[in-house]
Structure formats: C-alpha cells, structure tokens
C-alpha cells in the first residue's frame, strides 16, 4: 500500500469515528425541561392523565421525570405514576413506581397465581386463582380487561371450582377474549360481585399485564342476544315473554375454528357492560353449573348440548323461554345455522 493510500484510509477512518462522535453527541443532548414536558403531552402519558407541570432530570439515566395523576379508573394500589421522557429516544412512557400489587386487606380476599403481574399476554387469556367465598355471588364475579389508556378490550366472569359457599378460599378460573389492543400494558381487573350496586361493598384486584402487539390475533365482531323486558309489553303494559324483548350486544372475538361455540359461550357469561345495564338491557346469565358441553352443527341444523345440574334454566315458562330465546338467537346470526335444538331434551322445561 503506497504512502498516500495510507493517509487516505487514516483520514477515512478520523471521519467516520468523528461523525459517530457527533451524532452521539446530538443524540444525547440534554432536553430542556419545557421540550420534554412537550413530548410527555403529546405521548400516552396525557391519554392516561394529568402530567405535572414541574419535572425532574436524572442526569445519570438522561431522563426527565414528571409527576403523572392518572385518570381514577387506571390507578394502581400503592403506585405513585411518573411521566419519564428520554433524552436519548425523545419518547415517553409511564413508570408506575408501584410498592406492592394490592393492599394488604384485597390480597387476603383474593390471589391471582396466573397471570403473574408484568406477564406478557395473548387473547384468549386464562386467569386462575383463588378468592374467598364472599368475593363471589352466585359462583363467579366480574373480570375486565383494559388498555392502558382505560378502554375496555374484554369482559367476562370467574367461576368457582369448587362449593363457594364458605368464607375460606375456593379456586377460580376464567378464560377471558379481549380484542386487539394498541397499547403496549393494560390491566387485569378482577371485581368483587356486588349485586347490591352500593359502594361499600365493592372491591377489586388490579394485575398490570403487557400485550404482544405482534401477536394479536385477527378478530370479528359478533352479537349476543340479551333482554329488555320495556321492549317486551302489550298495551295494558305486561310482559309478553316473549322475542320482541331480545337486544343484541355487539362484542369482539379472536377468529377461532370455533366461532359459535366462543359466541355462545361469550352469551352464558353475562357479560353485560354497565352502560348497556343502564339502558335497561338484562340478564340472568350466567347461571351456576350452566355450562356449554358440545355442539354439533349438520344440515343447518345446530344441536347445543348443555350441562345444567342445579336445574337453573327451569323456574316457569316465561323465564325458561327468554333463557331459551337468547341462545337461539345468537346462534342464527351465523348464517350457517337455521334451526336450533337442545340436549338434554328436558333442558329449558317449565
């Protein structure tokens, strides 16, 4: 190699680590507190609450730091969230500065053993556990699934794996739906029932879970068939029993091999938001025991075979037939299916 060919590859190489060092250098200069409070209004920080207006710079970790007051239906037991912007990456992104997942007082009522908090989760979602007797009513309670900027994904219920009646811990399991989230954390709600509707008696869990955005499963939007009885009424105001009374719930589900059955079993889970119960929408699903075993579908025609060994679906023909109309009728909106038929046949009788 001659002499100038030499200098040549030097001077290449003094530039190439140069413009390294510069860019570097502009990388990691420093924010002002203003232009990062500016990234931290327009990032999810401002969609989940109220971001502080004085912050905080760590020079070691080259972040700034903003108190963030998160809207009521995001807050976390013992967190204390901050808005933190990076120096480096220009980006924003909540730090819940949590010091323990629950209160002492709900960690003694119920226990979640999956998913573990953190975990990184997929649509079904099974949740196991266990929770005392009087966090259930009727053998199940609520759960909920949100993204981190509050919208609800999934809802649906636990049920008791054994005799809930009791004031020791019973098991729980539940397998929950949520539609394709488009943040990157949300939470697992578990709520204690409350029939009562009054506040004292209401309680929940907050698990903080992560979503594999990549992993999204393609979803479709279905209907679930649910009651009002004000839509139900003759001219003398009574109750006719009858479909007319029959609204449908839209819902998004994963596309699975089994549409109907996820449908159907969706239905069974009376997973009724409290916007649709405020518009006098109804019903008395899910029921204890009352469980989706099998379903075949030949010639248009669906047989459902349903276990229900405490005999929930008798009780008159007026509730046994709008027990009855709810499942027929989310069943035939896939256009696949013309006829409905049960098992065992004494299912559904007066």
Not at 40 to 68: D, I
Not at 166 to 188: D, H, Q
Not at 243 to 256: D, Q, W, Y
Not at 338 to 343: D, E, G, N, P, Y
């Amino acid at each position: 190699m001659t002499r100038f060919a030499k200098l040549l590859l030097i001077s290449i190489v003094i530039l190439a680590i140069a413009g390294w060092w510069t860019l570097s250098v502009l990388r990691a200069a420093r924010l002002s507190e203003g232009a990062a409070r500016s990234i931290a209004a327009t990032s999810m920080c401002a969609l989940s609450g109220a971001v502080n207006e004085n912050g905080t710079r760590n020079a070691n970790t080259k972040t700034w730091w903003f108190g963030l007051a998160v809207r009521d239906e995001l807050s976390r037991p013992g967190c204390s969230p901050a808005c933190v912007v990076s120096e480096t990456t220009h980006t924003a992104e909540i730090n819940w500065r949590c010091t323990g997942l629950a209160t002492t007082t709900t960690n003694d009522l119920i226990r979640v053993t999956s998913p573990i908090p953190e975990a990184t989760t997929t649509s079904p979602l099974t949740v196991t556990g266990e929770a005392r007797g009087t966090w259930y009513f009727e053998a199940s309670f609520p759960i909920r699934v949100i993204d981190e900027a509050g919208t609800v994904l999934g809802i649906g219920h636990a049920e008791a794996q054994s005799d809930w009646m009791t004031e020791n811990f019973v098991p729980f399991k539940a397998t929950i739906n949520f539609s394709a989230p488009t943040t990157t954390r949300g939470t697992l709600i578990l709520e204690k029932d409350n029939p009562s509707g009054l506040p004292e008696h209401a309680n929940e869990l907050r698990i903080p879970i992560r979503f594999d955005l990549g992993a999204a499963a393609p979803t479709r939007t279905v209907k679930l068939y649910y009651y009002d009885s004000a839509k139900d009424r003759d001219a003398s105001e009574n109750v006719q029993c009858s479909r007319a009374g029959l609204v449908a719930v839209e819902r998004t589900i994963p596309i699975t091999q089994t549409p109907i059955q996820n449908t159907l079993r969706l239905l069974l889970g009376g997973a009724l938001t409290q916007e649709e119960r405020a518009q006098g929408i109804t019903t008395e699903y899910p029921l204890p025991g009352v469980a989706l075993s099998g379903a075949s579908l030949q010639s248009g025609m669906l047989t459902l075979t349903l276990s229900d060994p405490n005999n929930k679906t008798s009780g008159g023909a007026c509730r046994a037939g709008v027990l009855w109309f709810q499942i027929e009728a989310t069943a035939l909106q896939f256009p696949e299916v013309r006829s409905v038929r049960f098992l065992p046949q004494d299912i559904f009788q007066p």
